[in-house]
């Protein structure tokens, strides 16, 4: 299943919360948890073409912790895993149905808020994150005979939040939110010994690209637990790869990861603990 632009340099064969979303402010200490629902789209393009999609639904679940610090400061870690299963189609290589993809991320983040004379309530943070996304296509055969192989998608980025939360009423919060994700590393690894035994895996630096995500909460409490639930969106734009290389047997080979961009939609409820 050729996911790839492949170079013959040789001769032979071939082929959270997820959500970075920024702490809350009215900033509560302790545990949360959070769990999600949502749509996942991964597209290809090569040369300005459509080149494959995958397209599911994941759930995800995630465990966040928050410390308050004086004079409004914060940080928070939260990490995060998704599981769900995606249909591949592709631009001359056929389709796949059912293949499970799952994502672990996991963001630092250190903040600060600001209460308005309104009630309003403004947070801002920035810290370190990591997404690890698989798709488990190994041991499986597209429509048109291309055998499949595993692929892993990792990223380390910059994450810039900023969030408003303001009252709506006697027992509401209203609270938009959005981050920017400043692309700092990527490594795309295509596992091509799925294929053959002979050939090693291909891995690609990502040098450039950015992610974005929004959210739209809203705060309550159920009976004395805090709660916050609503639609988010996020999205990752990332460039062509650089240049890398593998071998089948005596054969030198190289490849790029084209470039990409995956969509993510759906709704996410968060309990404090």
């Known amino acids: 299943m050729n996911h790839k632009l492949i170079l013959f340099v040789g001769g032979g064969l071939f082929l959270t919360m997820a959500l970075c979303t920024p702490t809350s402010a009215q900033v509560k200490p302790g545990m949360d948890l959070t769990l ?10 090569f040369g300005g073409a459509w080149f494959m999609t995958n397209e599911g ?96 998608s990792e990223y380390l980025y910059l994450p810039l939040s900023l969030s408003v939360n303001f009252p709506a009423g006697d027992s509401w919060r209203i609270e938009p939110a959005i981050t920017y994700k400043v692309f700092l590393q990527g490594t795309q690894t295509s596992k ?23 959210s739209l909460m809203g705060h309550t409490h159920w009976g004395e637990t805090p709660v916050a639930f609503g639609p988010f969106y996020r999205q990752w734009n990332i460039d062509e790869s ?31 603990f």
């Open 36 to 45: 999600e629902v949502y749509s996942h789209e991964y597209e290809e393009e």
């Open 242 to 272: 650089e240049v890398g290389y593998f071998t089948c047997g005596p054969d030198l080979y190289a490849g790029v990861e084209p470039e990409n961009t995956t969509i993510e939609f759906g709704m996410g409820i968060r309990a404090n």
């Open 192 to 214: 091509f010994s799925d294929l053959d035994s002979t050939c090693t895996d291909l891995e690609n630096d990502q040098e450039s690209g950015y992610g974005i995500a929004a």
């Open 57 to 152: 639904f994941l759930g995800s679940i995630g465990l966040g912790y928050t410390a308050p610090l004086d004079d409004g400061f914060f940080i928070r870690v939260a990490p995060s895993i998704a599981l769900g299963t995606v249909d591949y189609t592709s631009n001359g290589t056929g389709s796949i149905d059912g293949t499970t993809n799952y994502t672990f991320t996991a963001d630092l983040l250190a903040g600060k808020e600001f209460t308005l004379q309104s009630g309003t309530i403004i947070a801002a943070s920035a810290g370190l994150g990591y997404r690890a996304h698989w798709d488990d296509k190994g041991g499986e055969v597209t429509t048109t005979g291309y055998l499949g192989y595993d692929r892993r």
